[in-house]
Nanobody
């Protein structure tokens, strides 16, 4: 079983930065993908970013491209989401998720990830 735990959320002013962390444990498999998603009140879950375990490819949602960066420290089983130039519309609960066997056409689909963390709140004030 795979466990994921997010941290690093908080309150920040518009234009500021935050770095989220996701620690994974358990049987993650050799070819898993780690994704970040977010959900704001009253809105659907939104894809934010994803990275293959090998780090060979990264993917970003259109609304965060150029501002957010996903990375990983394989030795620590920890994945990061560096968020810069934050905007009030970035306010949401951020979740990390993992899955195996994902491909380019499925990394943006939350339903393709069977393992989820509990989320961390990010609030951006204007």
């Amino acid at each position: 079983q795979v466990q994921l735990s997010e941290s690093g959320g908080g309150l920040v002013q518009a234009g500021g930065s935050l770095k989220l962390s996701c620690v994974t444990s358990g049987r993650t498999g050799s070819s898993y993908t780690l994704g970040w998603f977010r959900q704001a009140p009253g809105k659907e879950r939104e894809f934010v970013a994803a990275i293959f375990r090998s780090g060979s490819a990264t993917y970003y949602g259109d609304s965060v491209k150029g501002r957010f960066t996903i990375s990983r420290d394989r030795a620590k089983n920890t994945w990061y989401l560096q968020m810069n130039s934050l905007e009030p519309d970035d306010t949401a609960v951020y979740y990390c998720a993992s899955g195996t066997g994902l491909i380019t056409s499925t990394v943006r689909n939350g339903a393709a990830y069977p393992n989820w963390g509990r989320g961390t709140q990010v609030t951006v004030s204007s």
